[in-house]
């Protein structure tokens, strides 16, 4: 397995979010995890990222405890794309894809030749390599949200964790954005990533992960976890799964 969850608690002293999280990807399988603000869907994240620590259980990367691992190495196995990013100088598009690969030089080393490979193979893979030269400030939201993947990807990763990918963006980059994940899973790259949007779990998915916010957790299959029942549960309000062009969608009751 590339990334297990065994009889996981997350949350703060004092304050259990979720409990007895079970989570096994193997590599190119996709996890979507959902629930409500406040739902412990951060808290997760930064679990998984071994920048907060769990209350119980064990998480492991690659078959390693991930709290015996240092920073360096989680940053070689596993990747991660915020929901947003500010861009406060006019990085190109490579050198943001090529910044994936600090963690695979030295602290006072420079980009070789491999690593400038990796960068252009990820803006390859993600079809931007035609804005390679553009200024990452002057790219469209969608455009940047691809370069921050770009950027992920060229780390060369176990895994990805992307915290609500499509998140601001229009239908038409939402969908492109749910179409590279699905790709990153053919690659072979474990991914998980979150949304608020109940649908994107059966666009490619092979999991889904259900937070709600006391604590109760449901994970298996989209077609299981993705209900009515459950989504009214989770959310407050009535929620309708239905069969559209042989794709599962959720449309709410007013």
């Known amino acids: 397995m590339i990334l297990e969850a065994r009889q996981l608690a997350i949350g703060y002293p004092g304050r259990c979010i979720a409990r007895e999280l079970e989570i096994a990807l193997a590599p190119g399988e996709v996890l979507c995890v959902l ?9 997760l994240f930064r679990t ?5 620590a769990p209350l119980e259980g064990e998480l492991r990367v690659g078959g390693t405890p991930l709290a015996s691992l240092p920073r360096r190495e989680i940053a070689k196995r596993l990747g991660y794309v915020p929901q947003d990013h500010a861009p406060e100088y006019a990085f190109t598009v490579r050198e ?4 994936g690969r600090a963690a695979r030089i030295g602290l006072f080393g420079a980009p070789a030749e491999t690593d400038a490979a990796a960068a252009d193979a990820a803006l390859e893979a993600l079809g931007i390599a035609h804005l390679a030269q553009r200024p990452y400030t002057e790219v469209s939201g969608g455009e940047r949200q691809l370069a921050l993947l770009a950027r992920a990807l060229a ?3 176990l895994a990805l964790v992307l915290d609500e990918p499509t998140a ?5 980059n939402q969908v492109r954005v749910l179409r590279h994940i699905r790709e990153l899973g053919d690659r072979g790259i474990a991914v998980v990533f ?5 649908d994107e779990a059966f666009h490619g998915a092979s999991h889904a992960l259900l937070l709600a916010r006391d604590g109760t957790v449901r994970y298996g299959a989209p077609q299981i976890v ?6 009214r549960a989770v959310y407050g ?3 309708k799964v239905a069969q559209v062009n042989g794709t599962r969608v959720c449309v709410p009751e007013f």
């Open 155 to 157: 780390q060369e990763p």
């Open 226 to 231: 993705v209900t009515a029942e459950n989504l």
């Open 96 to 99: 943001v894809a090529l910044m």
């Open 194 to 198: 979150s949304t608020h949007h109940p």
């Open 35 to 43: 629930g409500p603000n406040g739902g412990g869907k951060t808290t």
């Open 48 to 52: 998984l990222l071994g920048l907060h």
């Open 168 to 172: 601001n963006l229009d239908f038409g």
């Open 237 to 239: 309000v009535g929620v």
